[in-house]
């Protein structure tokens, strides 16, 4: 049974440019929520996916923006990358709409702006 | 604005002995509590949970357990064992209200477990 997924696991980009990182969801989950993680934090939760759609929302800018596809698996976005953008970046996924429970995280896609 | 503070960045116990980690929130509206560990280059795994209508769960070597009155709550693990060594968030929820999903972490506590 496949947890989930991240991809990259590690990338190198400027300030300005754009990047997209990837998730699969672990099997049966159809919920996918997004945290960033700076050096030395928790995670913070920037967006979370439900039935294709945004459902919630962390205090993270309009630079962050996402996308759930009908298999469940989701895009993170990041516009305009600035040097405070470089952190972990975790996806975590769950079984429906319901309440703040256990959350199945990936070991991250770690972004360095340069 | 930090709702949930563990205030000890790291905690070192001598294996068999008990690791006490503490975490302190200030938000009212929190009613789940979550205790994840995270190895290097792994995402975080759930440990351990509780929610606000009990002050205590067990989970083997592991307990939560929950102050309401003064928002704090404390994770013990008794032996703690070198395998044990990690980090520790301690993370909360508003399973009543409408986050579904969203957790607020603390910043983490670096538990070694010495042999």
């Known amino acids: 049974d496949a947890g989930v997924t991240q991809s990259p696991t590690h990338l190198i980009k400027t300030r300005g440019q754009q990047v997209t990182l990837r998730c699969s969801p672990k099997?049966?989950?159809?919920?996918v929520s997004w945290y960033q993680q700076a050096l030395g934090q928790g995670p913070q939760f920037i967006f979370q996916?439900?039935?294709?759609?945004?459902?919630q929302r962390g205090n993270f800018p309009d630079r962050f923006s996402g996308h759930q596809f009908p298999n469940y698996s989701s895009e993170l976005n990041v516009n305009a990358l600035l040097l405070g953008d470089s952190a972990l970046y975790l996806c975590?996924?769950?079984?429906?709409?319901?309440?703040?429970?256990?959350?199945?995280f990936g070991e991250g896609s770690r972004l360095t702006v340069l | 604005d930090q709702q949930v503070k563990q205030n000890s960045p790291s905690l070192s116990v001598q294996e068999g002995r008990i690791s006490i980690l503490n975490c302190d929130y200030t938000n009212s509206m929190f009613d789940y509590f979550l205790w994840y560990k995270k190895y290097p280059a792994e995402g975080p795994t759930f440990l351990i949970s509780i929610s606000s209508i009990k002050d205590k769960n067990e989970d083997g070597r592991f307990t939560v357990f929950l102050n309401k009155s003064a928002k704090h709550l404390s994770l013990h693990i008794v032996p703690s064992q070198p395998g044990d060594s990690a980090v520790y968030f301690c993370a909360a929820g508003d399973a009543g209200g409408t986050s579904y999903g969203k957790l607020t972490f603390g910043q983490g506590t670096i538990l070694t477990v010495h042999p």
């Open positions: 996916y439900y039935e294709e759609e945004e459902r």
């Open positions: 099997s049966g989950h159809d919920t």
């Open positions: 975590a996924s769950s079984r429906g709409r319901s309440q703040a429970g256990e959350l199945f």
